[in-house]
């Protein structure tokens, strides 16, 4: 599991864009890798078209944003064309990212449990290290706090 000043470990996963990326194809760049529970639905979106509005700013920061759920990348294609991502999204079938930054958590939905991701954010620096996360995201004012981290960074 990643912890805070730590290297994180590589990773290589398919994502849109026909795409495998990997932690060290962002090396010397600043990377947000947000975790969200789903594809189109009312949180994930409103999320994901926070991340797209500020995307110029984070760019301008020095960061990278990458959404990350278990969706398909077909999914997450069809997400990103409908709402204008500038930004790629990695599938994560196998939950082997999920379980990296330990974001599969118990969950409860009119009152059924199951397990499900965690929305949950984490700054990676240039350098591959974890210097902030943020769990258990609120959508409102969630964005804005995080490009203030990478500003500071």
């Not at 939950?95 to 939905?109: A, R």
């Not at 990676?124 to 995080?146: M, T």
């Given at each position: 599991?990643?912890?805070?000043?730590?290297?994180?470990?590589?990773?290589?996963?398919?994502?849109?864009?026909?795409?495998?990326?990997?932690?060290?194809?962002?090396?010397?760049?600043?990377?947000?890798?947000?975790?969200?529970?789903?594809?189109?639905t009312p949180?994930?979106?409103?999320?994901?078209?926070?991340?797209?509005?500020?995307?110029?700013?984070?760019?301008?920061?020095?960061?990278?944003i990458l959404?990350?759920?278990?969706?398909?990348?077909?999914?997450?294609?069809?997400?990103?064309?409908?709402?204008?991502?500038?930004?790629?999204?990695?599938?994560?079938?196998?939950?082997?990212?999920?379980?990296?930054?330990?974001?599969?958590?118990?969950?409860?939905?009119?009152?059924?449990?199951?397990?499900?991701?965690?929305?949950?954010?984490?700054?990676?620096?240039?350098?591959?290290?974890?210097?902030?996360?943020?769990?258990?995201?609120?959508?409102?004012?969630?964005?804005?706090?995080v490009l203030?981290?990478?500003?500071?960074?």
């Amino acid at each position: 599991m990643v912890q805070l000043g730590q290297p994180v470990d590589d990773f290589k996963l398919p994502a849109t864009g026909d795409k495998h990326l990997a932690l060290h194809d962002f090396k010397g760049q600043k990377l947000v890798l947000y975790f969200y529970p789903k594809d189109n639905t009312p949180g994930c979106t409103r999320e994901g078209q926070a991340f797209r509005d500020a995307f110029e700013a984070f760019q301008a920061a020095g960061a990278t944003i990458l959404g990350v759920s278990r969706d398909s990348v077909r999914t997450h294609e069809n997400f990103c064309a409908k709402h204008a991502f500038p930004f790629d999204l990695i599938s994560d079938a196998d939950e082997l990212l999920c379980k990296q930054f330990d974001v599969i958590k118990e969950k409860n939905m009119y009152g059924r449990k199951y397990m499900g991701i965690e929305r949950s954010t984490f700054l990676i620096d240039e350098n591959g290290v974890l210097q902030a996360q943020w769990r258990k995201v609120k959508v409102p004012g969630h964005v804005e706090e995080v490009l203030e981290a990478v500003k500071k960074l």
